[in-house]
Structures are given as structure tokens and as C-alpha cells.
């Protein structure tokens, strides 16, 4: 909880500068373990007025049309930020 307002606050004070008027955290992507518990999720955003959602690993892949067993989407989860960070950018 510590950390996320910290990377909130950092966001935001650039967010706020003249070079990038625009540029704001609009959504936070949940991701790990226990991303998916709710009572969790709740504690950790209760006082953070963003949306959230749960990081989706396979949105990206290219075979993500494929049916993914629920207990292999529910681990793959604890991998959503190392598998985007490998995935080549899009932009």
C-alpha cells in the first residue's frame, strides 16, 4: 500500500509538469498471487479513487484465442508483468 502511493505520487508530480500536462495514471493493473482476492484488493485501494483491474497475461499473446484451463489462468496472473515486460512494444 506504501509503495503504490508512493509510484502514485512520483506519477503524479510529472504528471503536473509543463512537459506533460496530460499524462496521468488512469487505471491500475493488479498482478501476483493474490491479485484476485478481493479482500486484499479492497484494503490495498480503499482510498485510491482509480479504477483497477486484474492483469489479463493472455490478452496480448498471440494465442490467447486458445481456451486456457482456469487454475492456468489463474497462475499465470503471478507472471503478468514478467510476460508483458517480454512482450516486444506495440507502440
Request: net charge neutral; proline share 7%.
Amino acid at each position: 500500500k506504501i509503495e503504490l502511493r508512493k509510484v502514485l505520487s512520483f506519477w503524479d508530480t510529472r504528471a503536473n509538469s509543463p512537459e506533460n500536462p496530460e499524462k496521468k495514471i488512469e487505471r491500475i493493473l493488479l498482478c501476483g498471487t493474490r491479485a484476485s482476492s478481493p479482500a486484499i484488493v479492497d484494503e490495498l485501494l480503499k482510498e485510491i479513487p482509480l479504477e483497477h483491474a486484474l492483469a489479463d497475461a493472455w490478452v496480448n499473446i498471440p494465442a490467447a484465442h486458445m481456451r486456457v484451463r482456469k487454475e492456468l489462468y489463474v497462475q499465470s496472473t503471478e507472471y503478468a508483468a514478467a510476460i508483458g515486460l517480454s512482450l516486444p512494444s506495440l507502440h
